[in-house]
């Protein structure tokens, strides 16, 4: 039995009216949309469809699995999301044109995704990942103005976070490491000002301005001489001004 916040609509329908109108936002700017029991719109309508399916079946396939397909690349499970428009697509249906060209799209996401990068130096692993956003980029360009540059803008802000986090992880083995890291935050926070984790991101470079402070006073005893005062105040309003 579906769980009460998943329990099914009257009809189709109702499951999909406000699932088609919320499935175009800007999934890099805004969170997923909620229905109006609070739950993300799109794991609620694979719930609520699969509902329909098992109790109308055979009923209306075409638009439930193109539903579906879309749910799921929204939720960035594009795997599944491909294995649903394929099923529209080998129909005759009129929406097998459009499964068609979402899986071409979907399949440029997935050669992005799955290129393998180097592990043996950790410049070679940066620069593999600057390829993949400039990769990114590409697709951004190609599809502007449609969902699928918002899901594009996601993954190559997520590329973006993941360098920087290698960075900080990394910094000791680096020449100028924490110069790096505040370069790359400085980047992300610049580059990503519109994404729906811009406040996420400062309070990461607030906090790692703190690590830098604590591993100063931890280095140089607030006590001595070698302690200076200028240096941790830089640490601390650099922080505040984010």
């Known amino acids: 039995m579906p769980e009460p916040q998943y329990l099914p609509a009257v009809g189709l329908l109702d499951i999909v009216k406000d699932f088609q109108r919320l499935a175009r ?6 969170p997923i949309p909620k229905d109006v029991t609070g739950i993300n719109i799109m794991k609620a309508t694979v719930v609520r469809l699969e509902d329909y399916e098992k109790k109308n079946p055979g009923q209306f396939s075409d638009i ?20 649903y428009y394929r099923k529209v697509g080998e129909s005759d249906g009129r929406l097998g044109a459009e499964a068609v060209k979402n899986i071409e799209v979907l399949e440029s996401f997935q050669r992005i995704l799955q290129k393998p990068l180097p592990v043996q130096d950790p410049m070679e692993y940066i620069k593999g990942m600057d390829e ?99 240096v941790f105040d830089q640490f601390a309003k650099s922080a505040l001004r984010l």
């Open 25 to 30: 936002d800007d999934v890099y700017r805004f």
């Open 64 to 83: 439930i699995h193109f539903s579906k397909a879309t749910a799921y690349e929204r939720l960035r499970e594009y795997d599944q999301a491909i294995a």
């Open 132 to 230: 993949k956003v400039a990769a990114w980029n590409e697709v951004i360009r190609k599809y502007q103005g449609s969902p699928y540059e918002f899901l594009a803008r996601v993954e190559e802000e997520r590329i973006d976070r993941a360098k920087v986090a290698f960075v900080e992880l990394n910094r000791y083995r680096m020449k100028d490491g924490n110069q790096l890291v505040i370069l790359g935050y400085s980047q992300l926070v610049t580059k990503h000002r519109q994404s729906k984790n811009l406040y996420r991101y400062l309070l990461d470079f607030g906090d790692f301005y703190a690590l830098l402070a604590k591993e100063y006073t931890i280095q140089n005893d607030p006590e001595g001489l070698s302690f200076d005062q200028e």
